[in-house]
């Protein structure tokens, strides 16, 4: 058997076609034969990179924050305070494009309960102990008057990854919206004043990408 001259394109190939794969049939219902029939490649060629179809998930998911060089950037800018750089990357995750891709084809999430499982580790594992750093350079910096910075990130990530999602939890706009209105005020209270109006916009304008202009 011929060695592969260029295997980081090979496993690149594997991640792109099981994402699309776990976001159109949910992670339960795809197979690894799925994912060979996609691919146009053996089995043995999948497995020489991955042992099992969680391992390629779990590598998804690590890519997903190692490759955004976008936020990686935002936090190493040395002109912004701990809450501008939360504000910033707060108003990207919501407004980037590929995202509201991906949450589309996912749709509905509550019945991927695999990628919902997935989503929550990965909130804990990554998000969390990020955006608690980012806390507590804010509280350095005196932009943010948090106590907790671990606490108070897990609760942050937790209310928006899950609490105010409209794809785990179906909702009408105005719904949407006056969650929102409710988030702001009591993230306010814990000392971290992370909605702007810019924020609420681009939010909106990511529930009518999703929802309101459904095919």
Known sequence: MARNKYPEETVKQILDVSLKLFMEKGYE????????NNLGMSKGAIYHHFKSKEEIMDTISKRSFEENTYLNKICRNPNLNGLEKIQKIL????????KQINDKLSLPL??????????????????????????????????ITAVNPKATSEVIMLLFNF?????????????FLDKLDFLKNLIDFMGISLISDEFIYNCTQYYENIFEKEV
């Open 29 to 36: 219902k795809t197979t690894i034969q799925d994912i060979v």
């Open 91 to 98: 108003i990207y995750n919501i407004s980037d494009a590929n």
């Open 110 to 143: 509550t019945k991927n309960h695999r990628m919902i499982a997935k989503h929550l580790e990965d909130t804990m594992q990554y998000a969390a102990p990020m955006l608690a750093k980012l806390i507590e350079e804010g509280i350095n910096d005196k932009s």
């Open 163 to 175: 609490w105010l999602s409209p794809a785990i939890f179906r909702i009408s706009k105005k719904e």
